[in-house]
């Protein structure tokens, strides 16, 4: 049984008063869960404020980016050991915002998928299509090579903490939605691939994560799919009694 995750990033939001409060409201609607788990990934400035505000609590606190060097000359840069340091344990990795405004590659993102894992964070590896891709029959191949080339190097033993989100770019922001089908269908391809590069029971225990546009209505749904083991969430996760009802998903 795979735990979901429920994971939210509140991107560039956010001060530390902001910040606090929404972290303090989300505990609210967080009870002791024995089926998922949440994770909040604010900007790097309010980490530790954060992960302050949630200590005690299961809450996953996360950057939205990460460098693989532990330190040295990297302006502009977080190490995953800064990232440890404001109490973070996790990292989101190859946001399709990073990839599309600041011209991050898969090579780049590797790099970044295997410091995380050399410094014991969480890895959350986002891929996805854009609407011409999609359209022009190229989505398996974008997510084949997004996947193959950002995995490249991390062992099967460190996929225990990876995580993928399937993040389709057109859905993104937009208020445009995968169907559930189109979802499920992205997700059970994600799974075989990983089967077929790691190991069945590798692709069995990785969640994957569906990220575009969840909302309170249409995350039931969603996380009914059988390969959909949770949300990335940006939008309605700066808003508590949304981003709770998301984590409150029913299964049916
Ligand atoms: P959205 O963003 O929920 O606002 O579509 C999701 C994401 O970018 O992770």
């Given amino acids: 049984m795979r735990k979901s995750l429920m994971a939210g990033n509140w991107k560039m939001h ?15 609607h967080c009870p002791t869960f024995a089926d ?13 404020a ?9 809450i996953i606190v996360s950057s939205q980016n990460v460098c ?23 990292a989101i990795i190859g946001h399709s915002e990073r990839r599309q405004l600041f011209f991050e590659t898969d090579t780049l993102i590797n790099q970044r998928v295997k410091g995380a ?20 029959g190229q989505m398996l191949n974008v997510l084949e090579t997004q996947i193959r080339n950002g995995l490249a190097g991390v062992r ?8 993928i989100a399937y993040e389709p770019v057109w859905a993104i922001g937009t208020g445009k939605t995968a169907s559930k089908e189109q979802a499920q269908e992205a997700h059970a391809f994600i799974r075989e691939l990983i089967s077929k590069l ?20 249409n995350v039931d749904e969603l996380m009914a799919q059988p ?22 998903y029913q299964k049916n």
């Fill in 156 to 163: 099967a033993e460190q996929m225990a903490r990876v995580v």
């Fill in 68 to 90: 693989w060097e532990e330190q040295g000359a990297f302006t502009g840069e977080i190490s995953p050991v800064m990232v440890k340091d404001a109490g973070g344990s996790a």
């Fill in 14 to 28: 956010t001060t530390r008063e902001d910040a606090c409060r929404l972290a303090e409201e989300v505990m609210k």
């Fill in 227 to 248: 390969d959909i083991d949770g949300a990335l969430v940006g939008g309605a996760a700066l808003d508590a009694e949304s981003f709770g009802r998301i984590i409150n």
């Fill in 117 to 136: 894992l050399d410094f014991d964070l969480m890895a959350l590896l986002c891929v996805g299509e854009t609407l011409t891709e999609r359209e022009s």
């Fill in 198 to 217: 790691f190991e069945k029971n590798v692709a069995e225990q990785m969640r994957i994560l569906y990220g575009g546009s969840v909302k309170p209505t």
């Fill in 50 to 58: 954060v992960a302050e505000t949630v200590s005690g609590s299961d």
């Fill in 36 to 48: 998922r788990e949440v994770l909040l990934a604010p900007p790097y400035t309010v980490i530790a």
